[in-house]
């Protein structure tokens, strides 16, 4: 007996442990959003756009977050802001393949039957998927870039209805192995577009924050939008290790043996300090950044993040 | 500078227990060293962070690392050494920061000491052992006096002295002595020290090393005869002599080198039951035994040896524990002259031989010689027999079954009659000697051990036998004579009155069974004796006259004086029938007989000493020269002359117990002390009891044997903080260290 699609619960799809079952990208890509759109109350589509188009009277069931708290100021009444459907918008999904990109975390390896676990190339990937998705369906252009030291494939951006199936499958079949370069990726790519777009560089940004930060500084400056999503596995953030530990570093960075108790605190301290001049970064140069955690749904980390971005573009 | 080095010295009551917690210090090592091998793999994203860490982290993670590693090998080195019981000799640094430094050593070297049970060293080696240990360890500027606690073993001039090789030496020559303990003088002897060095030497300490046997601070049980030693134990003396050493030490320690399972049997006295022995005839000896086991003892054999041969052996009955159980035993002496007697128990019964043997030298003889003295020769029997004929017929001879040889004399003879072959002289109805040779003979006879008995008669001049012999003479009447009284029918003996030894004899010989006589005697005429009330004097018999004439207490019959050596007898009444009837009453007999034995000294008197006597003899009883004892021991027995000019033999303290003489031939016996014999172990706190002390100065063992070393001895040494106080600071030492490293792990989050 087939379940119809109206009774199914998508936002299932929007835990990484489900979403780790789900082999092909596209299929996790179309839940993801699927997933994503029946958790809203509205079309997601309006949020993502940028540019302002009217107000209307508020009825029961709006988000909040879209009342115009000035005229509500001015009028004594509520309206809702509403936002017109950019056509002409270029998304580039910028993806990091490096290396370090493969770690999943040990408390992920049973979630994939193949006992890989999940990686935060996977999470990156889904991400990635799910916005040339959202994109596309909303008649924007999407376009694709893979890096590792770098560019290993670059799709430019088109609105053609089978561009999503030629991401998905880049995003599928990229090989990674090898070191980050993630502030020269930001220039090469900066000299590639042409066309002001909003570019979404989805990483891990294990990499020299200056590095990152010129790149960053170069997209701006050429009148680019830009997202910036860092992947990090749970493991990385929390640092939960016990025993002594053999920590064999990915991208050639060398071994160490530590007692990770004695290490962990100053470990996410030193990660912090990182996230934080980027995140700093990033603010000084309108450049929204969300840090993602690959244990967490998705529909934490992207509500949370296109609210803040809308909010933000009022 | 060398001292200086000696400030580090320690040592371990349980030194195996200390290696086994040190060997556990390598434990963390160890743990440490695996760790760094057994680790899990991960491959890893973000190094970069880790290795920032890791060198930012560096030199305090290393620090850390050695920190925990060291706390926690220190605490179970400090735990190790808690648990063996570590002492640390700060004499030397108390030398090095103190001054001066005297030790006292008193050393108890009683015999009891000498307890070996088979596979073990006696307290005694274990002491010597200590010592020797001990003195290697201390500063060279530490003064130290031996004094040995056995009784005699107190030395004059002893000094405390810096010779730690000399005194080591001294040590190792020593032998446990066959005398029992004496702490009391011993303590006394440091005392008068410590007093002396109050003002020069600013650290005095006194250890003090015995067995805590109980004889050690018990007087003896009755029936134990103590030795010469005034010891008065329980009566506060120990308390005294350690209260006045307290009073003058920075320390005081006594130290507990006894075991708990010490128990004896020994033979403690032997000694024949009248003061002569009669060759051929039976002797009794009386043999006590005594039990200080945890236990009765059932059929203890004793056997009894005459020179060296066994002449009898009876098994005694049971022997219960602490009270001395005295045995007759019947031996003849075929021959006169010295013999030896012994009584022995087996060395089987414990494991302290040495008083399981008791030794008494006799001189045994034919007969006791008696000097009759009438002062009225009867006329041939017609109306009388001589005023001694009654004595004499009391008093029979060999060839009457009796024991006694007897010389009869007028009292005119008496002045040409060398008085010294005879036991004893007996006057009756002689008047006082005129002459003052003749007296002076007589008190000389007496104070030699002569024995002079004086019955009053018709021929008695009551005036001049006070003037002349009474305290007005040659003070040798025991009472002064009064006018005769005349008691008409006659006066009998208040012999239920009479509690002395002489008449106790003969009212248990005769108790329950026929009148021996007494109650029809009849005294018509007595002189009435005036007894001192100084006490000099012992009445042996009174009269029941009491309530008669006006008299309100009963008169003296028979009263007794010792004068020196000797004893003089005064009777109220005569020899003789003539004042009264006792002279042919059955009683007279037995009473006579006892009263010589009673009165004579013993024989044999300087052949059987104790140990630490010295050789006191006529000089004809041996030759001067090389006389040899137990233990191979050698000496010379000196002559010398004494206060009238006669010869006699002299030696040093005897030290050993066993037979001595010329080579070949036994002369001297000399036993232990048997006041020694209850060696059972007592308590510590039995110890500071009876030496009023806190138990804390006391130091017991862990374990019999287990103190390796010196370091037992060390921990209660001076400025020491002692074994067990300081084993209890480790072990809280050890316990915080375990907290420190609890909390610095949870500081350093290597517990989550």
New interface residues.
Partial sequence: MTIPAEQVDYRKYLDPRTLAKIQALDIRARLIVEGFITGMHRSPYKGFSVEFSQHRQYVQGDDIRYIDWKVFGRTDRHYIKQYEEETNLQVMLVVDASESMTYAGAATKKWKENGDGWRKFDHATSIAASLAYVALHQQDSAGLAVFDQKVRRFIKPSNNPRQWRVIVDELTTIAKNQKTQTGTILDEIAEQLHHRSLIVLISDLFDDPRNIVKGIQHLRYRRHDLIVLQILDHDELEFPFESTTLFKGMEEMGELVVEPRALRETYIDELRKHSQILRDECHKLHVDYVQVDTSMPLDVTLPGFLATRAARMK | MLDHLNILAFGFLAPWLFAAGAAATSIPIIIHLL??R?????????????????R??ARR?RF??WLLLAVRCLALLVLAAAVGQMVLDNTAIGSLFGGQRAIIVILDDSYSMAYQRPGTASAFERSRKLLKDWLGKLSSSDKVMLIRASRGGVQAGNRATSDHAGLESQIKAMEVSDAGTDLAAALDQAAETLKEMERTVPTRDVMLLTDFSNSSIQDPPKGIEQTQRARNLEGERLKKAVETVKAHATQFRVFDLGTDDQMNIAVTDLRTERPVVIAGQPSIFNVTVMNAKQDSEIDVPLTIFLDGVAVQTEKLPKLEVGSPRTVPVKVIVPTPGRHLIEARIPDEMDFLPIDNVRHLMIDARREIPILLVEGDPGDGGRTSWGSTSYVRTALPSAAQLGVFSRKTITDLELPTVPLEPFSVVILTDSPAPRSAALRENLRKYVDKGGVLMIFPGANTNVREMNDLLGDAGIQLLPATLGQPMDMGTGVGFDIAGSNHPVIDKLKRHFEGGEDPGFKSVQTMRYLKLGVPLDGSAEVILNYANGGRGGETKNDAAVVMRRVEKGKVVLFASSADTSWNTWGGKPSFLPFMVELVYHTISADGGGLTLSVGDQINLPGEVENPGAWTGPRGIRFSVNSALDQDGRPRLTSMGLPAAGVYGPEGRAVVAVNPDAEEVDIRHVSAAQMAGAMGIQSDEIVTPLAPGSAGGSAWLVAADSKNTGGSELARNLLLAAFALFLVETLLARI?????
């Fill in positions: 760790n760094k057994k680790f899990r793999i991960i491959v890893w994203a973000a190094m970069e962070f880790l290795l920032a860490a890791q930012r982290n993670l850390r690392r350093f989050s290597v517990y989550r």
